[in-house]
Structures are given as C-alpha cells and as structure tokens.
C-alpha cells in the first residue's frame, strides 16, 4: 500500500500504540519542505511543540532557526520531524517500546521525503539513526553514507540552551551540512 502524507499524519493522530498517546495533548508530525533533501531528526517534542503540535517551537526552535541562519538554510527547504511523535513527561529520554511504536512513522516519513542527507539532532537521535554507540561529544559532524544518503548529527538546540559554548561547534557542523548540500546539486 502506498501511503501519502495526510495518511501518515492521519495514522499519527489516532495512534495509541504507546502509553504516551493517554498522556500528549497532541502529536507532532514532522513539518516542512516535501521535496526537501535534507531531513533533520530528533528524539521527541517538547512540552511547547506538545501544546502547539509543531517541531521545533520556543527556545529550541530559535536556536535551531539560528543555526539554518548562519548556514545559509532556511526551514522552507528542509523537512524536521523526530523519533517518536508524542511528548514524553517531564522531558525524559524516550523509552525503547515508545521509540519503538513510532518508528514506522519515521520511517514512512523517510519513505516520502526520499531525502539526500539526514541530520540527526542529539545523542538519542544519532544513537537511533546511525549507531547505538554513537558519541555525540566525539562524533557530531562526521559523515557516514548508508543507500545514497549522507547522514551526520550534530547537538540537538535543547543541549545548546544548557551549554551555550556547544554552539559554535553545531553552526560549523550546519555550515558543513550546507556545504555538502551544494555540492549534490
């Protein structure tokens, strides 16, 4: 069967594969460019993108749209979504099972966008999407290349809030990002 994008946001709405589908107010689907051939992924919505069903809405979505600034990027030509679709309580690490029920999502998410890089925002994001283990502190910016698709990660913007000396290395890591992005077109 071949889905579009209103059946997976239809899907994501009535889910209830998880216990965080009692507790959201609602889910996140991902937002952007169709088309686009960057898609950036992290772990889970926050309790704003919660209250708003968007990704990547307050301070973390400032700094995110900071760092698409300096990098020359807008969010008109990439596509963010994350992991799981639901906000986890209290801003916790995703659970296995929860990680898990919503992966087919991201994956069907993928399916569409057919993207040319991926950009994994945050440990638990890289540690799903590229390796288990992963080091974000070691390893954000470097490249590895899986069926045609570049994939690197880079700090996720909440981790920026915490330690804003973070942010320079994650505007280089989208400098690169964008500098890759012109060299495949």
């Known amino acids: 069967m071949q889905y579009s994008w209103n059946d997976i ?35 889970a919505p926050g309790g704003q993108e919660d209250q708003q069903g968007m990704p990547f ?3 973390s979505g400032e700094i995110l749209d900071d760092l698409l600034r300096d990098s020359g990027l807008t969010r008109e030509e990439i596509y963010i979504t994350n ?21 087919p999502y991201l994956k069907y ?3 569409l966008l057919k993207p040319r890089m991926i950009v994994c925002l945050g440990r638990v ?8 283990d992963f080091k974000i502190t070691r390893q954000h910016g470097s490249w590895i290349y899986r069926k045609n698709c570049a994939l690197t990660a880079t700090y996720h913007p909440s981790a920026i809030l915490r330690d804003p000396s973070k942010y320079e290395d994650a505007r280089q890591d989208f400098c690169e990002i964008a500098k890759k992005r012109a060299e495949y077109s």
């Open 9 to 43: 946001e239809q899907h994501i709405i009535s889910c209830t594969h998880c216990p965080l589908s009692q507790t959201r107010r609602q889910p996140v689907m991902g937002r952007g460019n169709y088309h686009a051939d960057i898609m950036l992924i992290a772990e």
């Open 57 to 59: 809405v307050g301070r």
């Open 83 to 103: 992991i799981l679709k639901c906000h986890p309580p209290g801003n916790r690490d995703p659970k296995e099972e929860e990680k898990e029920a919503c992966f």
């Open 109 to 111: 998410e993928t399916f």
């Open 125 to 132: 994001a890289a540690q799903r999407i590229i390796s288990p």
